[in-house]
């Protein structure tokens, strides 16, 4: 993610609702100049940087199809809280609507794995609200294994 990212960007995070199947979107809904603000804050993020109360660096990621059209939103937070260990994870991803059912959750939860593994992150935890049974599909083919369980949601390791 940089300042720079233009308005496709911001397009795409009108097709993602503010909480869909469990990763939160601040932007849904939020004007362009809202957007902007938010631009400078997840690039400050990274870094650790005015991170607002409870949170951990993250970063924020784009997947881009072949045409260099926004067809996804990913996240990985750099380390896990004890708080963030029990009802959370390292990844959250997110394919706007008119993108979904064509792979893109696979490929972006893929690259979002490398990432961590870059990063040093082992072992990588991601959470699956149970509902969502194309992403517990991902991230049970790309190496997760149930290691516990929340109310809602089943939590993985890889």
């Known amino acids: 993610m940089s300042v720079n990212d233009n308005f496709k960007y911001y397009q795409l995070l009108q097709q993602v609702s503010a909480n869909e199947n469990g990763f939160h979107n601040e932007m849904f809904g939020k004007s362009h100049s809202d957007y902007l603000k938010w631009l400078q804050l997840s690039v400050d993020e990274t870094v650790g940087k005015n991170l607002r109360p409870g949170y ?23 380390q896990l809280t004890p708080a963030m260990k029990k009802n959370s994870g390292h990844i959250a991803y997110a394919i706007g609507r008119p993108f979904r059912g064509q792979g893109y959750g696979s490929k972006l939860c893929k690259l979002l794995i490398d990432e961590c593994r870059k990063m ?17 599909r991902i991230v049970r083919q790309a190496g997760g294994r149930v290691v516990g369980q929340t109310d809602t949601m089943t939590i993985y390791q890889i």
């Open 120 to 136: 040093g992150i082992n072992p990588i935890q991601v959470t699956v609200e149970f509902e969502n049974e194309a992403s517990n």
């Open 56 to 78: 951990v660096p993250r970063s924020t990621y784009w997947l881009l199809n072949d045409d260099s059209i926004p067809v996804g939103i990913g996240r990985i937070k750099h």
